[in-house]
């Protein structure tokens, strides 16, 4: 575990941070000493709740409403935080759609989305935070385990853009790593959010698929996301790290 305020005088932006994991690992950044700021789509409400259990840690806190759909709404976000909070050192493209089913019944408008939000945002968050990061910066993103492993019919879309993420991943790591920038990918199992509640009829099914039998919650994927934009993360690039419960052993 990372010793507290390990993040003094950081500034990280998680987008998506309103709930969910993004919430979870936005309260993780500022409990360890971080100023915070997250991006929202929507539930302005929510956002102000992070905002105010940050703001209670004694940091910095800062909700930007941005469609992770709208390029240029990625690209003023990311330059808003390094501008109100004074720079930026750490990234965490967290917000992402779910849209599966059979490939016969999705539209062509949930193709464009997920790629939309799951790879091109990320693709244009890192690049708009690395021209404000300098050496130590860290950009890590929230994949999934099907990135890797498809189980269940009915993902072959979500999968196929936490695959495309994997490989932006991987060559951001490569082209950022002289500049002593780290690139990350985690990928969760089943998680509990209100995306995929634990007590979902599915859930019983999917947790049965990891070696430990349960889901996992945010604050356990948050605790990963420390690690990595700590010191202990300085050699770590374009690594894929489960945190998925033993899923895809």
Known sequence: MEDMNVFDDKVALVTGGSRGIGAAVALRLAEDGADVALTYQRGAEAAATVVAKIEA???RALAIQADSADTDAVTAAVDRVAARL?????????AG????????ELEPAAFE???????RAPFVAAKTAAGHMTGGGRIINIGSNVAERVVFPGFSLYAMSKSALAGLTRGLARELGPRGI??????PGPIGTDMNPADSPFAATAAGFTALGRYGTPAEVAATVAHLAGDGGAYLTGAMIAVDGGFNI
């Open 182 to 187: 780290t690139v990350n990918q985690i990928n």
């Open 86 to 94: 004074g720079r930026l050192d750490i990234l965490v493209n967290n």
């Open 57 to 59: 840690t004694g940091r």
């Open 97 to 104: 759609v779910y849209h599966t089913g059979p490939v016969a």
């Open 113 to 119: 989305e997920t790629v939309a939000v799951n790879v």
